[in-house]
């Protein structure tokens, strides 16, 4: 409200300056001061009278269009603060009385000119230009209290301005984050659907390639022992056939491990994950071992938190079984800086050029292929745990998935530093 008084009244002083009709303190002392001039120089000789009183009277016309000027009207109307109201608004409240009595100093001393009494109009005039110094010193108070309220509301208005900037621009992040957000959403959305029928598609393979073939031949074998009747064959054919359910069996255990997660109720991850290490190993034929630090605590995971900590294991070591071509794997999982868990899945395998960034964050225009589901899986796995996913590789050089949790909880379950 202040502000838009202050601009109000400065267009109102501008409008009045752009006149050029309305005179100013300084006008007016510039008058009296020519008055005083022509008074001095006519006080004894007594002439000149009529070009005096002609003086007069345009003062006097100049001190009455000043009091009904606009300009006048500002001087009573300024916005002052807390703090310059003490010491200003009672100068220029006297600065209005002074301006009445500067017109009937005025009317006095042209009265006692015209009746010939120079004395009186010498003291008359000795008392008017007293008045009109303290005028000036008013007016020069008003001018500087006037420019530094304008300098006040213009750095406000500059602070104005740079907050609107800094909104604009948090909205703008927002909005754009939010965006990429919902773009990323959308990607996982997709890839997670083509997961699923890649993941059924395994599946399927694996189980006509497997365990459905060893069940057909198993079928025929068990046949054959219903049309002998040769109490030895029967007995051949039966020992062949003991050692093949045996083996079908340990196939199928070891297809429904690989979906089914661990109870962690009664295994830590650390024994999960080199149990995991162990099977793969030994399904693969790839060198892979597990590194976990024995001091490492993780009573602050729940659950949930671990299995994803495993699938995201699991599923980097899938990804080497299928792309790699490596020779060695290593699962690592200590305590990094600050308190970090790291967990680090790596391979001396082909490498390849990673969707994500340094950051873990997925690389502006790449296209998000078959190959890349498992990594956006992993990734937001990552996100749920509250941590970080880097992967590490190049073309030769092998891959290392790094896994970074923040260490501690909150009472409220939220993971901090």
């Known amino acids: 409200m202040r502000l838009v008084l202050f601009i109000l009244l400065t267009s109102l002083f501008l409008s009045c300056a752009d006149r050029g009709k309305t005179p100013g303190i300084q006008d007016i002392v510039n008058q009296w001061t020519a008055i005083e001039t022509i008074f001095s120089e006519n006080y004894s000789v007594h002439s000149n009278l009529d070009d005096l009183i002609k003086t007069i009277d345009v003062f006097c016309l100049s001190l009455e269009n ?19 109201e003490r010491s200003l608004r009672l100068h220029l409240a006297a600065e209005i009385q002074e301006v009445g009595l500067v017109s009937d100093l005025v009317l006095l001393f042209r009265t006692s000119i015209v009746s010939g009494d120079m004395e009186k109009a010498k003291e008359v005039s000795a008392e008017i230009s007293s008045v009109l110094i303290r005028l000036l010193i008013i007016d020069a108070d ?14 406000t208005l500059i602070v104005f301005i740079i907050l609107i900037a800094l909104l604009i621009w948090f909205l703008y992040r927002s909005l754009t984050n939010s965006l990429k957000r919902e773009a990323e959403g959308t990607i996982f959305s997709h890839t997670y659907m083509l997961a699923q029928d890649e993941e059924r598609s395994r599946i399927s393979r694996e189980l006509h390639n497997t365990i459905i073939q060893d069940m057909r031949y198993l079928l025929l074998e068990t046949e054959k ?8 064959e029967r007995e051949k054919l039966s020992g062949k056939t003991v050692p093949m359910m045996s083996a079908l069996i340990r196939k199928t255990r070891d297809m429904c491990n690989s979906l089914i997660p661990p109870d962690f109720r009664f295994s830590e991850l650390p024994d999960a994950l080199r149990q995991l290490c ?8 790839i060198d892979c071992r597990a590194e976990i630090d024995g001091n490492i605590k993780l009573e602050f995971f729940t659950m ?23 020779k060695e794997a290593i699962v690592t999982m200590c305590y990094g800086q600050n308190g970090i868990v790291y967990i680090g899945i790596g391979d001396d395998g082909k490498g390849f ?7 873990g964050q997925i690389i502006s225009g790449i296209s998000i292929d078959k190959s890349h589901i498992g990594i956006i899986s992993m990734k937001e796995r990552a996100a749920i745990l509250g941590g970080n996913l880097r992967i590490e590789s190049e073309i030769g050089e092998g891959a290392l998935v790094c896994l970074e ?4 909880e909150t009472n409220n379950g939220s993971i901090v530093n």
Request: proline share 4%; charged share 25%; aromatic share 12%.
């Open 66 to 84: 000043f009091q009904e000027s606009d300009l006048y009207l500002l001087y009573r109307a300024i916005p002052f603060s807390q703090q310059a």
């Open 142 to 155: 008003a001018q500087r209290f006037i420019g530094s309220s304008y300098f006040n509301l213009l750095i």
């Open 353 to 359: 050029n990673s969707p994500l960034d340094r950051n």
């Open 405 to 408: 949790i923040p260490a501690k």
């Open 225 to 232: 022992i219903g049309n002998t009747d040769d109490k030895n």
């Open 304 to 326: 949930e938190k671990r299995l994803q900590v495993f699938r995201v294991v699991q599923e980097a070591l899938a990804n080497i079984e299928k792309h790699a071509e490596a």
């Open 278 to 285: 162990l099977n793969f190993g030994y399904k693969t034929g």
